[in-house]
Protein backbone atom coordinates (compact mmCIF):
# COMPACT_ATOMS: atom_id res chain seq x y z
CA UNK A 1 0.00 0.00 0.00
CA UNK A 2 1.13 3.64 -0.90
CA UNK A 3 2.61 5.91 2.23
CA UNK A 4 0.45 9.03 2.18
CA UNK A 5 3.32 12.20 1.55
CA UNK A 6 4.08 14.47 3.90
CA UNK A 7 2.71 17.01 1.37
CA UNK A 8 -0.55 15.05 1.00
CA UNK A 9 -0.87 15.02 4.93
CA UNK A 10 -0.21 18.65 5.10
CA UNK A 11 -2.90 19.88 2.03
CA UNK A 12 -5.42 17.71 4.35
CA UNK A 13 -5.03 19.64 7.22
CA UNK A 14 -7.64 22.65 7.44
CA UNK A 15 -6.52 25.99 5.97
CA UNK A 16 -6.29 27.38 9.50
CA UNK A 17 -3.60 24.70 10.47
CA UNK A 18 -1.60 25.28 7.59
CA UNK A 19 -0.86 28.70 7.60
CA UNK A 20 -0.60 29.00 11.43
CA UNK A 21 2.50 31.59 11.88
CA UNK A 22 5.40 30.36 13.26
CA UNK A 23 7.39 33.54 14.37
CA UNK A 24 6.15 36.76 15.90
CA UNK A 25 6.85 38.34 12.07
CA UNK A 26 4.23 36.43 10.68
CA UNK A 27 1.51 36.88 13.67
CA UNK A 28 -1.21 39.04 12.87
CA UNK A 29 -3.13 41.45 15.06
CA UNK A 30 -2.11 42.26 18.94
CA UNK A 31 0.08 44.76 18.41
CA UNK A 32 -0.59 46.25 21.00
CA UNK A 33 1.70 43.49 22.95
CA UNK A 34 3.51 42.52 20.23
CA UNK A 35 4.69 45.68 18.57
CA UNK A 36 8.11 46.61 18.41
CA UNK A 37 9.07 47.60 21.76
CA UNK A 38 6.46 46.60 23.91
CA UNK A 39 6.46 44.14 26.86
CA UNK A 40 5.25 40.90 25.55
CA UNK A 41 7.60 41.02 22.17
CA UNK A 42 10.42 41.88 24.53
CA UNK A 43 9.68 38.93 26.58
CA UNK A 44 9.37 36.59 24.16
CA UNK A 45 12.39 37.70 21.88
CA UNK A 46 14.98 38.07 25.15
CA UNK A 47 13.24 34.48 26.41
CA UNK A 48 12.64 35.88 29.78
CA UNK A 49 8.73 34.70 30.07
CA UNK A 50 6.94 34.32 33.19
CA UNK A 51 3.28 32.48 33.79
CA UNK A 52 1.16 34.10 32.27
CA UNK A 53 -2.67 33.99 31.18
CA UNK A 54 -3.93 34.87 27.51
CA UNK A 55 -7.64 36.05 27.69
CA UNK A 56 -9.65 37.18 24.70
CA UNK A 57 -12.05 36.18 22.63
CA UNK A 58 -12.07 32.96 19.91
CA UNK A 59 -9.64 32.95 17.08
CA UNK A 60 -7.60 35.91 18.11
CA UNK A 61 -4.60 34.13 18.31
CA UNK A 62 -4.12 32.68 21.83
CA UNK A 63 -3.16 28.97 21.29
CA UNK A 64 -0.64 30.11 17.87
CA UNK A 65 1.10 32.70 20.08
CA UNK A 66 1.81 30.19 22.47
CA UNK A 67 3.36 27.94 19.98
CA UNK A 68 5.59 30.97 18.64
CA UNK A 69 6.26 31.10 22.14
CA UNK A 70 7.43 27.21 21.97
CA UNK A 71 9.76 28.02 18.97
CA UNK A 72 11.46 30.66 20.41
CA UNK A 73 11.79 29.42 24.02
CA UNK A 74 14.79 27.38 25.08
CA UNK A 75 12.23 25.68 27.68
CA UNK A 76 10.39 21.99 26.61
CA UNK A 77 7.27 22.97 25.42
CA UNK A 78 4.07 20.57 26.93
CA UNK A 79 0.57 21.30 25.19
CA UNK A 80 -1.86 20.52 27.48
CA UNK A 81 -5.73 20.27 27.26
CA UNK A 82 -8.09 21.58 30.00
CA UNK A 83 -11.08 19.47 27.91
CA UNK A 84 -9.21 15.94 28.15
CA UNK A 85 -7.05 16.01 31.14
CA UNK A 86 -7.89 15.46 34.64
CA UNK A 87 -5.61 15.90 37.82
CA UNK A 88 -4.05 12.53 37.36
CA UNK A 89 -2.50 13.62 34.05
CA UNK A 90 -1.82 16.83 35.52
CA UNK A 91 0.74 15.32 38.27
CA UNK A 92 2.02 13.32 35.64
CA UNK A 93 3.63 16.34 33.38
CA UNK A 94 4.21 17.82 37.05
CA UNK A 95 6.32 15.26 37.91
CA UNK A 96 8.21 15.47 34.56
CA UNK A 97 8.55 19.18 35.03
CA UNK A 98 10.32 18.17 38.14
CA UNK A 99 12.68 16.30 37.14
CA UNK A 100 13.34 18.43 34.22
CA UNK A 101 14.09 21.10 36.75
CA UNK A 102 16.31 18.80 38.27
CA UNK A 103 18.33 18.39 35.41
CA UNK A 104 18.62 22.34 34.70
CA UNK A 105 16.07 22.56 32.18
CA UNK A 106 12.71 24.56 31.79
CA UNK A 107 9.42 23.49 31.12
CA UNK A 108 6.92 25.84 29.67
CA UNK A 109 3.19 24.12 30.21
CA UNK A 110 0.49 25.38 27.67
CA UNK A 111 -3.46 24.90 29.21
CA UNK A 112 -6.03 25.78 26.47
CA UNK A 113 -9.31 26.91 27.70
CA UNK A 114 -7.54 26.65 31.39
CA UNK A 115 -11.08 27.98 32.94
CA UNK A 116 -12.43 24.98 32.09
CA UNK A 117 -10.94 23.23 35.07
CA UNK A 118 -12.08 23.42 38.42
CA UNK A 119 -10.28 24.71 41.73
CA UNK A 120 -8.72 21.42 42.73
CA UNK A 121 -7.46 20.83 39.44
CA UNK A 122 -6.48 24.34 39.63
CA UNK A 123 -4.41 24.08 42.23
CA UNK A 124 -2.33 21.30 41.63
CA UNK A 125 -0.48 23.61 39.10
CA UNK A 126 0.12 26.16 42.19
CA UNK A 127 3.12 24.31 44.17
CA UNK A 128 4.99 23.62 40.93
CA UNK A 129 4.79 27.66 39.58
CA UNK A 130 5.39 28.25 43.02
CA UNK A 131 8.59 26.64 43.17
CA UNK A 132 9.29 27.10 39.24
CA UNK A 133 8.92 23.66 38.00
CA UNK A 134 6.72 24.64 35.07
CA UNK A 135 6.29 27.97 33.55
CA UNK A 136 2.20 28.14 32.77
CA UNK A 137 0.77 29.66 30.20
CA UNK A 138 -2.71 29.59 30.17
CA UNK A 139 -5.54 30.25 27.42
CA UNK A 140 -9.33 31.40 28.05
CA UNK A 141 -12.35 32.93 26.75
CA UNK A 142 -13.39 33.67 30.41
CA UNK A 143 -12.87 36.64 32.58
CA UNK A 144 -9.40 35.20 34.88
CA UNK A 145 -10.77 36.82 37.23
CA UNK A 146 -13.95 34.82 38.15
CA UNK A 147 -12.68 31.41 35.95
CA UNK A 148 -9.25 31.06 37.29
CA UNK A 149 -7.84 30.05 41.21
CA UNK A 150 -7.03 33.54 43.21
CA UNK A 151 -3.95 31.84 44.13
CA UNK A 152 -2.55 30.77 40.90
CA UNK A 153 -4.15 33.99 39.00
CA UNK A 154 -1.57 35.85 41.30
CA UNK A 155 1.19 34.25 39.98
CA UNK A 156 0.65 34.80 36.30
CA UNK A 157 0.54 37.63 34.49
CA UNK A 158 -2.70 38.57 32.45
CA UNK A 159 -2.51 39.82 28.78
CA UNK A 160 -5.53 40.34 27.24
CA UNK A 161 -5.82 39.61 23.53
CA UNK A 162 -8.29 42.22 21.05
CA UNK A 163 -10.59 40.80 18.03
CA UNK A 164 -8.92 40.75 14.98
CA UNK A 165 -9.61 43.91 13.28
CA UNK A 166 -11.33 43.80 9.39
CA UNK A 167 -7.45 44.94 8.03
CA UNK A 168 -5.97 42.41 10.25
CA UNK A 169 -8.65 39.24 8.70
CA UNK A 170 -8.09 40.76 5.31
CA UNK A 171 -4.37 40.36 5.40
CA UNK A 172 -4.37 37.09 6.99
CA UNK A 173 -6.77 36.16 3.88
CA UNK A 174 -5.00 38.02 1.16
CA UNK A 175 -1.92 35.93 2.54
CA UNK A 176 -3.65 32.55 2.81
CA UNK A 177 -4.79 33.00 -1.47
CA UNK A 178 -0.98 33.59 -2.12
CA UNK A 179 1.38 31.47 0.53
CA UNK A 180 2.02 27.71 -0.91
CA UNK A 181 0.57 26.72 2.21
CA UNK A 182 -2.61 28.06 1.55
CA UNK A 183 -3.71 28.45 -2.09
CA UNK A 184 -0.54 29.84 -3.48
CA UNK A 185 -0.06 26.90 -5.69
CA UNK A 186 -3.24 27.46 -7.78
CA UNK A 187 -4.48 30.61 -8.74
CA UNK A 188 -7.16 32.27 -7.68
CA UNK A 189 -9.58 34.88 -8.83
CA UNK A 190 -10.79 36.79 -5.78
CA UNK A 191 -12.51 40.33 -6.12
CA UNK A 192 -11.05 42.42 -2.77
CA UNK A 193 -14.52 43.26 -2.06
CA UNK A 194 -15.37 39.32 -1.29
CA UNK A 195 -12.33 39.15 1.01
CA UNK A 196 -13.04 41.56 2.70
CA UNK A 197 -16.61 40.61 2.88
CA UNK A 198 -15.22 37.31 4.65
CA UNK A 199 -12.96 39.54 6.97
CA UNK A 200 -16.41 41.38 8.40
CA UNK A 201 -18.53 38.64 8.79
CA UNK A 202 -15.95 36.43 11.04
CA UNK A 203 -16.25 39.38 13.73
CA UNK A 204 -12.98 39.25 14.59
CA UNK A 205 -12.10 35.92 14.34
CA UNK A 206 -8.90 34.72 12.21
CA UNK A 207 -10.09 30.74 12.39
CA UNK A 208 -13.63 31.34 11.38
CA UNK A 209 -12.10 33.75 9.13
CA UNK A 210 -9.84 31.12 7.08
CA UNK A 211 -12.58 28.52 7.58
CA UNK A 212 -14.40 30.45 5.05
CA UNK A 213 -12.13 31.38 2.60
CA UNK A 214 -11.38 27.43 2.14
CA UNK A 215 -15.09 26.85 1.92
CA UNK A 216 -15.43 29.21 -0.76
CA UNK A 217 -12.65 28.38 -2.76
CA UNK A 218 -12.90 25.10 -2.57
CA UNK A 219 -16.53 25.72 -4.17
CA UNK A 220 -15.57 28.11 -6.58
CA UNK A 221 -15.79 27.91 -10.73
CA UNK A 222 -12.63 25.40 -11.35
CA UNK A 223 -11.10 24.95 -14.69
CA UNK A 224 -7.53 23.27 -14.19
CA UNK A 225 -5.30 25.17 -11.45
CA UNK A 226 -7.36 28.00 -11.68
CA UNK A 227 -10.36 28.75 -9.12
CA UNK A 228 -13.13 31.70 -9.37
CA UNK A 229 -15.01 32.77 -6.40
CA UNK A 230 -18.32 34.80 -7.49
CA UNK A 231 -20.47 36.71 -5.07
CA UNK A 232 -23.03 34.19 -5.58
CA UNK A 233 -20.38 31.43 -4.12
CA UNK A 234 -19.91 33.23 -1.27
CA UNK A 235 -23.65 34.27 -0.40
CA UNK A 236 -24.22 30.40 -1.10
CA UNK A 237 -21.52 29.30 1.53
CA UNK A 238 -22.15 31.61 4.28
CA UNK A 239 -26.33 31.84 3.88
CA UNK A 240 -26.21 35.33 3.29
CA UNK A 241 -26.68 38.52 1.17
CA UNK A 242 -23.32 39.75 1.17
CA UNK A 243 -24.89 42.92 -0.30
CA UNK A 244 -26.62 43.63 2.67
CA UNK A 245 -23.02 45.18 3.99
CA UNK A 246 -21.15 47.69 2.17
CA UNK A 247 -17.12 47.41 1.63
CA UNK A 248 -16.22 49.89 4.25
CA UNK A 249 -18.69 48.57 6.89
CA UNK A 250 -20.90 51.90 6.96
CA UNK A 251 -24.07 49.99 6.81
CA UNK A 252 -22.98 48.29 9.37
CA UNK A 253 -23.15 51.23 11.52
CA UNK A 254 -26.34 52.41 9.27
CA UNK A 255 -28.11 49.53 10.28
CA UNK A 256 -27.12 49.64 14.06
CA UNK A 257 -28.02 53.72 14.29
CA UNK A 258 -31.98 52.44 12.35
CA UNK A 259 -32.81 49.70 15.28
CA UNK A 260 -31.49 52.01 18.27
CA UNK A 261 -33.45 55.02 16.80
CA UNK A 262 -36.56 53.09 16.16
CA UNK A 263 -36.64 51.56 19.39
CA UNK A 264 -36.15 55.23 20.82
CA UNK A 265 -39.58 56.22 18.39
CA UNK A 266 -41.57 53.72 20.25
CA UNK A 267 -41.41 51.70 16.33
CA UNK A 268 -41.39 48.13 17.72
CA UNK A 269 -42.35 47.13 13.54
CA UNK A 270 -39.28 48.88 12.28
CA UNK A 271 -37.25 47.86 15.56
CA UNK A 272 -37.87 44.07 14.86
CA UNK A 273 -37.10 44.63 10.72
CA UNK A 274 -33.57 46.13 11.20
CA UNK A 275 -33.15 43.68 13.50
CA UNK A 276 -33.64 41.02 11.15
CA UNK A 277 -31.57 42.58 8.46
CA UNK A 278 -28.80 42.95 10.54
CA UNK A 279 -28.92 39.25 12.18
CA UNK A 280 -30.11 37.52 8.27
CA UNK A 281 -26.60 40.12 7.18
CA UNK A 282 -24.27 37.92 9.82
CA UNK A 283 -24.04 40.75 12.21
CA UNK A 284 -22.84 38.97 16.33
CA UNK A 285 -26.17 38.64 17.63
CA UNK A 286 -23.97 39.55 21.02
CA UNK A 287 -23.28 43.01 19.60
CA UNK A 288 -27.48 43.47 19.13
CA UNK A 289 -27.70 42.44 22.55
CA UNK A 290 -24.73 44.33 24.02
CA UNK A 291 -26.32 47.72 22.18
CA UNK A 292 -29.61 46.50 23.31
CA UNK A 293 -28.55 46.51 26.66
CA UNK A 294 -26.80 50.92 26.34
CA UNK A 295 -30.55 51.22 24.87
CA UNK A 296 -31.82 49.93 28.14
CA UNK A 297 -30.07 52.56 30.55
CA UNK A 298 -29.61 55.38 27.90
CA UNK A 299 -32.97 55.64 26.70
CA UNK A 300 -35.37 53.91 29.12
CA UNK A 301 -33.07 53.85 32.32
CA UNK A 302 -35.52 54.06 35.72
CA UNK A 303 -38.80 54.98 33.50
CA UNK A 304 -38.95 50.77 33.36
CA UNK A 305 -36.07 49.54 35.41
CA UNK A 306 -36.91 46.17 34.05
CA UNK A 307 -35.77 46.93 30.71
CA UNK A 308 -31.97 46.37 31.65
CA UNK A 309 -33.37 42.91 33.11
CA UNK A 310 -35.09 41.83 29.75
CA UNK A 311 -31.80 42.85 28.00
CA UNK A 312 -29.42 41.23 29.85
CA UNK A 313 -31.01 38.15 29.71
CA UNK A 314 -31.44 38.27 26.02
CA UNK A 315 -27.50 38.79 26.23
CA UNK A 316 -27.06 35.36 28.39
CA UNK A 317 -29.89 33.65 26.20
CA UNK A 318 -27.60 34.80 23.02
CA UNK A 319 -24.69 33.08 24.59
CA UNK A 320 -25.99 30.00 25.59
CA UNK A 321 -27.80 29.27 22.49
CA UNK A 322 -26.46 30.86 19.80
CA UNK A 323 -28.11 31.45 16.41
CA UNK A 324 -30.05 31.11 14.85
CA UNK A 325 -32.13 29.93 17.87
CA UNK A 326 -31.18 33.47 20.14
CA UNK A 327 -33.11 35.73 17.20
CA UNK A 328 -36.49 35.38 19.24
CA UNK A 329 -35.18 36.35 22.76
CA UNK A 330 -33.76 39.35 20.72
CA UNK A 331 -36.61 40.05 18.90
CA UNK A 332 -38.53 39.95 22.74
CA UNK A 333 -35.97 42.25 24.19
CA UNK A 334 -36.26 44.77 21.00
CA UNK A 335 -39.82 45.02 21.34
CA UNK A 336 -39.90 45.33 24.73
CA UNK A 337 -37.52 48.24 24.61
CA UNK A 338 -39.43 49.84 21.53
CA UNK A 339 -43.05 49.97 23.87
CA UNK A 340 -40.91 51.22 27.18
CA UNK A 341 -41.25 54.46 28.45
CA UNK A 342 -38.56 56.52 27.45
CA UNK A 343 -36.33 58.45 29.94
CA UNK A 344 -32.70 59.80 28.89
CA UNK A 345 -32.03 61.21 32.38
CA UNK A 346 -29.87 58.55 33.44
CA UNK A 347 -27.68 59.34 30.36
CA UNK A 348 -27.91 63.11 31.21
CA UNK A 349 -27.30 62.80 34.82
CA UNK A 350 -23.92 61.01 33.85
CA UNK A 351 -22.71 63.21 30.97
CA UNK A 352 -23.19 66.36 32.92
CA UNK A 353 -21.25 64.58 35.68
CA UNK A 354 -18.20 63.80 33.52
CA UNK A 355 -17.80 67.19 32.33
CA UNK A 356 -17.63 68.22 36.22
CA UNK A 357 -15.62 65.11 37.17
CA UNK A 358 -13.33 66.14 33.67
CA UNK A 359 -12.74 69.53 34.90
CA UNK A 360 -13.15 69.44 38.63
CA UNK A 361 -10.11 66.78 39.28
CA UNK A 362 -8.49 68.25 42.34
CA UNK A 363 -11.47 68.66 44.03
CA UNK A 364 -10.80 67.03 47.22
CA UNK A 365 -13.39 64.64 48.73
CA UNK A 366 -14.91 66.02 51.88
CA UNK A 367 -13.36 64.60 55.48
CA UNK A 368 -16.33 63.74 56.60
CA UNK A 369 -16.93 60.89 54.07
CA UNK A 370 -13.66 59.89 53.60
CA UNK A 371 -12.30 56.43 54.84
CA UNK A 372 -9.93 56.23 57.63
CA UNK A 373 -8.45 52.64 57.79
CA UNK A 374 -5.47 53.36 59.92
CA UNK A 375 -5.03 55.82 63.00
CA UNK A 376 -2.99 57.97 61.77
CA UNK A 377 -5.95 58.81 59.03
CA UNK A 378 -8.30 59.35 61.97
CA UNK A 379 -5.61 61.44 63.58
CA UNK A 380 -6.31 64.08 60.58
CA UNK A 381 -10.12 63.67 60.77
CA UNK A 382 -11.01 61.27 58.22
CA UNK A 383 -14.39 60.18 58.47
CA UNK A 384 -14.57 62.95 61.54
CA UNK A 385 -18.07 64.01 61.69
CA UNK A 386 -19.70 60.34 59.33
CA UNK A 387 -23.54 59.87 59.97
CA UNK A 388 -24.71 56.33 59.09
CA UNK A 389 -27.70 56.96 57.60
CA UNK A 390 -29.21 53.26 58.85
CA UNK A 391 -29.24 54.84 62.61
CA UNK A 392 -31.86 57.43 61.71
CA UNK A 393 -35.57 57.10 62.26
CA UNK A 394 -35.83 58.22 57.96
CA UNK A 395 -33.17 56.68 56.87
CA UNK A 396 -31.45 60.20 55.83
CA UNK A 397 -28.92 62.79 57.32
CA UNK A 398 -28.21 66.41 56.55
CA UNK A 399 -24.18 64.95 55.55
CA UNK A 400 -22.55 67.37 52.43
CA UNK A 401 -21.20 64.25 49.94
CA UNK A 402 -20.30 66.64 46.90
CA UNK A 403 -17.14 68.91 47.29
CA UNK A 404 -17.39 72.78 48.47
CA UNK A 405 -17.58 74.17 44.80
CA UNK A 406 -20.47 71.80 43.66
CA UNK A 407 -23.12 72.00 46.04
CA UNK A 408 -25.37 73.27 43.16
CA UNK A 409 -24.98 70.74 41.12
CA UNK A 410 -28.25 68.58 40.35
CA UNK A 411 -27.17 66.17 37.56
CA UNK A 412 -29.99 63.37 38.05
CA UNK A 413 -33.43 65.13 36.57
CA UNK A 414 -35.75 62.51 36.47
CA UNK A 415 -38.58 62.86 34.59
CA UNK A 416 -42.63 61.70 34.25
CA UNK A 417 -42.14 58.78 32.04
CA UNK A 418 -43.06 55.00 33.22
CA UNK A 419 -42.45 54.69 37.23
CA UNK A 420 -39.74 57.52 36.85
CA UNK A 421 -42.61 59.51 38.14
CA UNK A 422 -42.45 57.44 41.26
CA UNK A 423 -38.60 58.50 41.94
CA UNK A 424 -38.85 62.00 40.95
CA UNK A 425 -41.85 62.21 43.97
CA UNK A 426 -39.02 60.23 45.90
CA UNK A 427 -36.41 62.82 45.21
CA UNK A 428 -38.20 65.31 45.83
CA UNK A 429 -39.07 63.93 49.32
CA UNK A 430 -35.23 63.60 49.90
CA UNK A 431 -34.17 67.41 49.39
CA UNK A 432 -37.16 68.84 51.32
CA UNK A 433 -36.01 66.72 54.08
CA UNK A 434 -32.27 67.88 53.55
CA UNK A 435 -33.34 71.12 53.27
CA UNK A 436 -35.62 71.07 56.17
CA UNK A 437 -32.57 69.52 58.41
CA UNK A 438 -29.84 72.07 57.31
CA UNK A 439 -28.45 70.04 54.72
CA UNK A 440 -26.82 70.99 51.10
Known amino acids: MEQPSLFAHEVSQPLAARLRPQTLDEYVGQTHLLGPGKVLRKLIENDNISSMIFWGPPGVGKTTLARIIANAT ?23 AELNRQCGERTIVFVDEIHRFNKAQQDAFLPFVEKGSIILIGATTENPSFEVNGALLSRCKVFVLQALTTEDLTLL ?18 APELIEMIAVFANGDARSALSTLEMVILNGDTFG ?15 KKSLLYDKNGEEHYNLISALHKSMRNSDPDAAVYWLARMLEAGENPLYVARRVTRFASEDIGLADPRALEIAVAAYQACHFIGMPECTVHLTQAVVYMSMAPKSNALYMAYENAKKDALTQLSEPVPMVIRNAPTE ?27 PDNLLDREYYQPTEQGIEGRYKTRLEQIKAWKKEHGGK
Open 74 to 96: KAKFIDFSAVTSGIKEIRAVMQE
Open 173 to 190: LTRAIHDPRGFGLQTIHM
Open 225 to 239: STVTVTAETLEQCIS
Open 376 to 402: LMKDLHYGKGYQYAHDTQDKLTNMQCL
